[in-house]
């Protein structure tokens, strides 16, 4: 399969982009080393591209959880993790749990690399920045994957399995087909349920996880936002719009045309100000 893929990202206004707590990831799930991963995770900026010829593709974002210490860290570790997981691990939200704990268990040794590199700088971890660091990190995520049917061109299957309010729309002839695990802009809440680095029981996150899964066929698009975006979207086809055209003239946009865009609709109260994170994928 072919695709071009956008990814859209920006840190609160008023603060700095070393403090984006998203992160994201698309790649190839069948692909090995270097070439798996198809853009690196975006930072606060814009990235856009092609992929050509890969049998799947797969695309993660995550939203760390501002009131936990290192948040930025424990959700790029979970769409890392979630980029590698056999996709086996994604077809059931049992396996999805089993993902989670995975990058939990990774979390440790993340943990002993921060403290070494503070220690090295000179700036060792400070006693009140312990029990939060204890606490452990709390983020969402969302995993989709796109794979191309066997003989036929320009049709496949896709998958999709989240935890939290992160979301993902699949669009085709100007209406939503999909749209997950959130479907309506007033359902957005302050407690979603979150991903921890300290782990989770397994059961009590599957039981959290939603899981969906369909077909694509060309033309069609599938847009995986971090939930002030996802908001966003799900307001403008409440009342009536179409955000997909927005977001197509968005694609070709500068950093600073991102910028401004995202600026104007937090300053009309169209977006709040939070972590503004979307990944853009339309087979072809």
């Known amino acids: 399969m072919r695709a071009h893929v956008t990814v859209l990202a920006l840190h609160k206004g008023g603060g700095e982009p070393h403090e984006y707590e998203d992160a994201a990831w698309v790649g190839s799930s069948t692909a090995t080393g270097e070439a798996r991963s198809i853009m690196p995770p975006p930072g606060p900026t814009c990235r856009r591209g092609g992929v050509g010829r890969v049998a799947t593709l797969r695309a993660a974002v995550a939203d760390g959880a501002s009131s936990s210490l290192l948040a930025r860290r424990w959700a790029q570790l979970l769409v890392r993790e979630a980029g590698a997981a056999p996709s086996g691990l994604l ?7 089993d993902v989670l704990n995975r990058a939990a268990d990774r979390w440790p040794d993340h943990m002993k690399e921060y403290t ?15 029990p939060g660091l204890e606490r452990g990190a709390h983020a ?26 992160s979301c993902l729309f699949h669009v085709r002839n100007d209406a939503v087909r999909v749209a997950m695990p959130v479907d ?42 971090t939930d002030a975006m996802a908001a966003w979207f799900l307001r403008q086809c409440e ?46």
């Open 91 to 97: 077809r059931t939200e049992a396996g999805f749990a």
């Open 116 to 130: 070494r590199l503070r220690e090295l700088r000179g700036k060792p971890i400070t006693w009140f920045e312990r």
């Open 140 to 165: 969402t995520l969302l995993v989709a994957h796109l794979a191309a049917h066997r003989w036929q061109p320009g049709r496949g299957t896709w998958s999709a399995v989240a935890l939290g309010d």
């Open 184 to 225: 309506a802009a007033e359902d957005f809440g302050n407690t979603p349920p979150l991903a921890a680095s300290s782990g989770q029981d397994r059961d009590l996150a599957a039981s959290h996880a939603t899981l969906a899964r369909g077909t694509w066929l060309l033309g069609d698009r599938f847009y995986l936002a």
């Open 239 to 284: 009342h009536g719009r179409k955000p997909w055209d927005l977001l197509r003239a968005l694609d070709y946009a500068t950093p600073r045309e991102w910028t401004t865009w995202v600026e104007r609709e937090r300053a009309s109260g169209g977006l709040p100000n939070d972590d503004v994170t979307l990944v853009r994928i339309e087979p072809r």
